[in-house]
Each structure stands twice: as C-alpha cells, then as structure tokens.
C-alpha cells in the first residue's frame, strides 16, 4: 500500500514556493545539523589544540648560580641549554669555540671546579654554585698566562680555532701532573683535535710551561 500522498493534497496556494517533500527536509535538517556539530568540534579541537601549543611552547626552566672566572652569575636558563651556550649566548663569553658540538673536537673545554669538562656535553642547569674557568679568566690584566704566552712563543697554533680549548686542556694537565713525557702529553691532550697540525707545537708548550712551573 502506498504512503506518498497525492500532489493536490496540502498544495501551496498559487504563487507560493512549494513546500519541501519528507525526504528533502530530512536530507536538509541532517546535513545543517551535522555542520554545526563539525563546526562545534572543530573549534573544540582548535581550542584544545592551542592549549598544547602553548603548553610545548613553554620549556622547563631552572635557576641557577654559579662563578665564572671569579664573577658571579645568576640566570634563569631553558634546562636544556648547553654550558658552552650559557657562556657564548647569555654570558658574552666567545672564547670558548663551539667546533663538532658533539664532544669530540675539544674545543669547547673549560674547566669546572678545576676539571676539564666539553661544555657542549654540559648542561648548564646541573651546574649551581660551581666554579667555572674560560680561556677569557687565564690572562691577569694584560699579562698572559704562562701557556698563553708559550703558545705565543712557540707558534703553537694556526688557524686559532682550537687554541682557546687546547690551551684550557693543556692548563688542567699540567695541573694533573701528566707531563712527564711527549707521549704522556699526547695522550692527555688526545680529546683536542689541531685540524691545522700544530701537535708538536702545542706539545712543546705545554712541556715547557710545566717545566718553567
């Protein structure tokens, strides 16, 4: 038995836009109904979104305080951040080179609390009340240090690049006590790479800065 009623049944009076069948009314409420429910998620969504966003934008960060080269310094650091990057970027220290960044050029050594660390490898948050020496603390005033002065004596570098790092090695093994040979030298030094080849050179000056100690 059909259900469809016939066309004259309920018909609009002349002029009038015809009234929408069963079907076309259902497709439309349907599809309105499902754009404002799309639209009501989507800026959910967006919302929620822009919260994470933020949220990701915002890394943890730490305080911190320690001294380089006799000053002391207090700052407020993304917890990630490199020594060697707290010193060049935040502290105006350039000396001290950023050259592989993966700790195997040597470059980057400072001394923290008289040891020779890669400050690349370094994170500066772990770092709170230590005691930090760049190659920019050796010098007093105008006079050198000695192995700044040997370096200068000997022609003990080229290129420059990775004296700051040699030098701060060569400081903290002759502190050590491994200078009692070239090879005991060599292979305390191994960590500093001379891309120019001044080994012999930076041997010598670290040999002779020990033997003038």
Known sequence: MSTELPESYGS???GAAPAPSRRTFIATTSAVGGAVMAGGLGAGASAAGAEEASAAE????????????GRRHTAVIDNRTSLLDLLR??????GTKK???AGACGACTVLVDGRRVNSCLTLAVRLDGADVTTIEG??????????QQAFVELDAFQCGFCTPGQIMSGVACIEEGHTGSHEEIREWMSGNICRCGCYVKIVRAVEQTAGGK
């Open 12 to 14: 609009p009076p002349d």
């Open 58 to 69: 915002a890394p943890p960060s730490g305080r911190l305080s320690l001294t380089v080269n």
């Open 89 to 94: 970027e935040q502290f105006g220290l350039p």
């Open 99 to 101: 050259g592989c960044n």
């Open 138 to 147: 050796l010098a007093d005033g105008d006079e050198l240090h000695p192995l």
